[in-house]
C-alpha cells in the first residue's frame, strides 16, 4: 500500500520560510518523479514544483521561482520544499504526488498559511 505523508506546514508571517517534507513507503520511490501541488481555498490545485527521479532536474511554476526549491533524498524515500520569501498568496494545503504509469498517488495534505 502506497502511502504518503506530508508535514512541515504552519503559520508563517510574509517573508518567512518553511520547510515541507512527504515521506514515501510502499512504493520504488527512486525511480519516480516527484511532485509538490497546492489548492488554496476556492481555488483549482496547481502544480508547484517537480523532481525527477535522480533529484537532479527540477521545474517551477512561474509563480514560486527563485523562491521555492524542491529536493529529494532516495535513502530516506522524502521529497521536500523549501519555501523562502513566503507570501499571503503562498496560502494553501501543499500535497506531495507519485504518478506512475497506471496510479496517481496523494498525500493528505499541510496546510501552509502565510499571514500576519
Known amino acids: 500500500q502506497v502511502q504518503l505523508v506530508e508535514s512541515g506546514g504552519g503559520l508563517v508571517q510574509p517573508g518567512g520560510s518553511l520547510r515541507l517534507s512527504c515521506a514515501a513507503s510502499?512504493?520504488?520511490?527512486?525511480?519516480?518523479?516527484m511532485a509538490w501541488y497546492r489548492q488554496a481555498t476556492g481555488k483549482h490545485r496547481e502544480s508547484v514544483a517537480r523532481v525527477a527521479p535522480g533529484g537532479s532536474i527540477t521545474t517551477y511554476a512561474d509563480s514560486v521561482k527563485g523562491r521555492f526549491t524542491v529536493s529529494r533524498d532516495n535513502a530516506k524515500n522524502t521529497v521536500y520544499l523549501q519555501m523562502n520569501s513566503l507570501k499571503p498568496e503562498d496560502t494553501a494545503v501543499y500535497y506531495c504526488n507519485i504518478a506512475t504509469m497506471t496510479d496517481d498517488y496523494w498525500g493528505q495534505g499541510t496546510q501552509v498559511t502565510v499571514s500576519s
Open positions: 510502499g512504493i520504488a520511490f527512486s525511480i519516480f518523479g
